[in-house]
């Protein structure tokens, strides 16, 4: 998590969290901490919030005669801890998604599992039609507990340069 302590006043300060396009180079890594332990009632509730009505993830008679033998965590639940994991390291300052592409989902996520995430910068670049602005892709990896690889995508986000977040200009 990158954080700073902006001055506001004679002997004040205000954090301040996330990366502004300066701050990303190719190839870094940023492991996201803490984990995140996965209970059955988020997958619970997540499941039933969204109205997926699939009993694979909430009922545990029809979960044990799958595959799996237990109920699955909803795999839109994975995606959005993991991305919300990745949020102060990655998107704290971003003015948007762009896009998500490539979600993949080799290995299934159990209440219990807990999950750890870790995102690799692809690609930097200014933006060509607003020049306080840029845009960041990066590759996001989450693992689970053993260390098998439970999912992947790709995140692309628009992010502004130093001096031109909105955190830079409101005085909240």
Known sequence: MVAEAKEVGPNR???????????FKVGDIYEHRPGRSITESDNTWFTLLTM?????????????????????????????I?????????SQKAIGNLGWTDIVMPNPVFVGDTLYAESEVLAVRESKS??????????????????????????TILV???????????NY
């Open 52 to 80: 997926n009505q699939h009993p694979l993830h909430f009922d545990n008679e029809y979960a044990a005669k799958s595959e799996f033998g237990k109920p699955l965590v909803n795999s839109c639940l994975t995606l959005s």
């Open 82 to 90: 993991v991305a919300g994991m990745s949020v102060s390291d990655v």
């Open 130 to 155: 607003r020049p306080t602005q840029g845009i960041v892709t990066v590759k996001t990896t989450a693992t689970k507990q053993d260390g098998s690889v439970v999912m992947t995508f790709e995140r």
């Open 160 to 170: 502004p340069k130093r001096g031109h977040a909105v955190d830079d200009k409101v």
């Open 13 to 23: 300060y205000r954090e301040s969290y996330g990366r502004s396009l300066e701050d």
